[in-house]
């Protein structure tokens, strides 16, 4: 069977790159040595294939016809998407796709009764895969990325209990279906609190990101689905926080496993609360999921 | 002020993301405003607050918040620190209460 050998949770907010430069230097800390620690073990990992969930931000779909979940099945990704360059302030990257993995992953979605859907053209990427892609340097490695873009901000939006099930069969699948030397990769790409677009732009919810990064990190996947919800993450940022629910479908799929943080930080300019998770894949680690 | 409002079917949705993904639409929109405006089955107030800058009023429409915010990007600037920092400041603005930030 296949096997997941990295799992990690991160944040996307276009002033990582942007306006990284002009923060202040306790702020640059944390975040360079977030993503710099998250490279390090991607690299360290020989993964064979990263797959990213990362909340789509309307970007591809229109509101009429959105999907929950939208699988990148080019071979190769190229981004950002023209419209967000200057938003971002970042280079133009190609990663080299798997056409393979995405259309395995599409068919064993659907066997297992999950909806989604699938393009073989490029996908539209702003912040949500262009910064974790450029800040773990996934375009450097050389590894094969498969993007899945979702729904975490359209209602009816699916809710931890849902994003769980979806990494669950996620799981699943990665160990079931895929060749059995494969070496797999799970990053969850967004939050923490932030509400882009709304009244309170500039609000930062520090007190439920250090609960949530302390949550993630102590795989209480019990307390995590029971406390975790829509309400609460709306109240966090309403229209943005939400998009943590990308790293319940990593966490899903990994099952209850301890990890470590980077250090979180706040800057106004960022708009959004910044610390990320690494979660611990070694083979002797149990694997417990929560129901 | 959340999702509570959103109102899937508001036709400024459509008009937001056929301004990121054309180019050539955001040009025409720099230019004659009016005559894209006229291609989408708007409402009278919601045509309005459009031309008024109104946020507040389109998001009490239903239009959803992370969409007002490309469009605030889309019509005062979408450049990192630059233009997108008074899009963010003119946004804010009209949805704390001032309305109309044309």
Known sequence: ?291 | MGLEKFKASLATHDLVQDLKWSPELREEFAANEAAVLDRYPLRKDERHAIETRNFLALYDLGLHPYLGGQFARLIFGNEAGKGATVAVNKLVESLQGKGSVA
């Open chain 1, 1 to 291: 069977m296949a096997e997941i050998v990295y799992a990690a949770g991160a944040p996307h907010a276009p002033g990582l790159i942007g306006l990284l430069e002009a923060a202040p230097a306790d702020v640059k800390d944390v975040v360079i040595n977030t993503y710099r620690s998250l490279a390090d073990a991607m690299a360290s990992a020989r993964a064979d294939v990263l797959i990213v969930f990362a909340n789509d931000h309307l970007a591809n779909s229109r509101v009429r016809t959105y999907p929950d979940f939208l699988i990148g099945m080019a071979a190769e990704h190229r981004g950002p998407y023209e419209w967000f360059k200057p938003w971002i302030g970042c280079e133009d990257y190609t990663v080299k796709g798997s056409p393979e993995v995405a259309a395995a992953l599409f068919d064993g979605m659907t066997k297992r009764g999950i909806r989604m859907f699938a393009q073989t053209e490029n996908l539209k990427f702003d912040d949500n895969i262009s910064v974790p892609v450029l800040l773990t340097n996934v375009a450097g490695s050389g590894i094969p990325m498969v993007p899945v873009l979702q729904n975490c901000t359209v209602p009816p939006i699916p809710d931890q209990r849902r994003c769980y099930e979806v990494g669950k069969a996620l799981g699943d699948f990665i160990r079931d279906d895929l060749p059995a030397d494969m070496r797999v990769a799970l990053l969850g790409s967004g939050g923490l609190s932030h509400e882009p677009g709304g009244a309170r732009y500039y609000f930062i919810d520090e007190e439920f990101d250090r609960w949530f990064l302390e949550l993630v990190a102590s795989g209480d996947h019990e307390k995590l689905l029971n406390e975790l919800t829509l309400e609460k993450m709306e109240a966090a940022g309403s229209g943005g926080t939400a998009e943590l629910l990308a790293w319940v479908v990593v966490l899903g799929a990994i099952g209850s496993k301890p990890g470590r943080s980077f250090g979180y930080t706040v800057h106004k300019d960022f708009k959004c609360g910044v610390g990320g998770v690494l979660w611990d894949m070694s083979p002797n680690m149990p694997k417990l999921r929560a129901a």
